[in-house]
């Protein structure tokens, strides 16, 4: 699918005729790549954007190790291990009893494996005891200088903690990709820069962006939210830092962008949940990206079989037809998006929150730098 990201007139034809059938046909062989287990709710942040809701103390129980290892030997016994990467998540996973021993246990099973974390609470000992373990990837949160970062942490020193792990895990060489995320709200929009400098002084090399969706925590503080002009200049800035001198950036999976979209990406937009991506949340419910609304759930790991549940369910993430009603009925950009990203599907209105296309605007967007 290379030539589908030509930015000529070639490239554009291309990608508005070959990208529906190349996604028309992963949808039909469903082929399960990506795995994520949402090990525990439980976190020792407090992000004003979190998605899940996550707190201190969740009532919710972790999921259990045992209830981990059994889906992946199902899957085990049916696929390609070696071919399917497991993303364990949370929460933050460092809270969960014997995280590492799990993750010895997914590399003895052929899995590789990686994890989301924010930062806290790693020192030299969890770096060699994520060695051990056998951990090939890892993305670490941070969202800019430390009273911005500390501000939507919700916590005093969060951001000394992951530049920390930062530059630690930066000295990993066993590490195969470790890779930055950084939220961009009102607040630190104009300090790109500057964090893109701070992530070049701590070693990163990759460096991925999103912004807040309306979900989650994040629905009660509506100051986190872009604006058009915002999120125009975003998208500006993000294509003309692409290919400079200095951690690589992208913008995240999140949501179809249009016209500008495989100019700010590296890759064309298409929401792969519960068409290569499944996920398992601390309930036990089979899903696909954690911040998909629980309502979507498949089943549960603790009464179905994963396998089963993947091969016969997931109907309303392969056809995705029931999601062109209101502005998406008639839109030219349909077989482009299909009703953009899932976890922005509103289970109560049968609609997107947040059409990035639409409501922002985003035509072609310049690689050229801002003046």
């Known amino acids: 699918m290379n030539a589908i990201r030509d930015k000529g007139p070639v490239g554009r034809w291309l990608h508005r005729r070959l990208l529906p059938l190349h996604q028309a046909t992963q949808r039909k062989l469903h082929d399960l790549n ?3 287990f949402e090990l525990t709710q439980r976190c020792n942040l407090a992000c004003r954007h979190c998605g899940s809701d996550c707190v201190a103390d969740a009532s919710m129980p972790d999921l259990p190790v045992e209830s981990v290892i059994a889906v992946l030997e199902g899957i085990r016994r049916r696929h390609d291990p070696s071919r399917i990467t497991v993303a364990l998540t949370g929460g933050e996973p460092l809270l969960y009893r014997g995280f590492f021993e799990l993750g010895r246990s997914i590399t003895a099973l ?13 020192s030299p000992q969890e770096v060699e005891s994520a060695r051990v373990a056998g951990m090939r990837t890892i993305t670490v949160s941070l969202d800019g200088p430390p009273e911005v970062h500390d501000w939507l942490r919700g916590r005093t020193g969060s951001f000394a903690r992951a530049s920390t792990a930062l530059r630690l895990l930066t000295a990993a060489p066993w590490i195969q990709k470790l ?3 950084t939220c961009v709200h009102r607040r630190n929009l104009d300090l790109l820069d500057e964090t893109r400098d701070l992530l070049a002084e701590l070693g990163v090399r990759h460096w991925r962006l999103f912004t807040v969706s309306p979900i989650g925590r ?5 100051d986190l939210m872009l604006d058009k002009v915002g999120f125009q200049r975003l998208m500006a800035w993000t294509a003309a830092r692409r290919g400079t001198p200095g ?3 992208a913008y995240s999976e999140s949501g179809y962008l249009g016209a500008c979209d495989t100019t700010v990406r590296n890759h064309p937009f298409f929401c792969r949940a519960g068409i290569n991506v499944a996920g398992v949340m601390a309930d036990g419910a089979i899903l696909a990206c954690p911040n998909i609304d629980r309502s979507f759930s498949q089943g549960n790991i603790h009464e179905d079989d994963f396998c089963e549940v ?3 369910r997931y109907q309303p993430f392969r056809d995705r037809s029931w999601m062109r009603t209101g502005e998406c009925v008639g839109c030219s ?3 482009l998006c299909q009703g953009n990203s899932f976890h922005l599907q509103d289970p109560g209105t049968g609609r997107t ?3 990035y296309h639409r409501e922002f605007d985003l035509g072609e967007i310049s690689s050229q730098p801002e003046s």
């Open 333 to 335: 950009e349909w077989d």
């Open 353 to 355: 929150r947040l059409c």
């Open 247 to 249: 951690p690589t950036v």
């Open 34 to 36: 990506y795995l994520f």
């Open 310 to 312: 993947w091969e016969t």
């Open 110 to 122: 052929g899995f590789p494996w990686g994890m989301v974390t924010n930062g806290w609470a790693w």
């Open 218 to 222: 994040a629905t009660a503080d509506p």
């Open 179 to 181: 890779d930055v995320v």
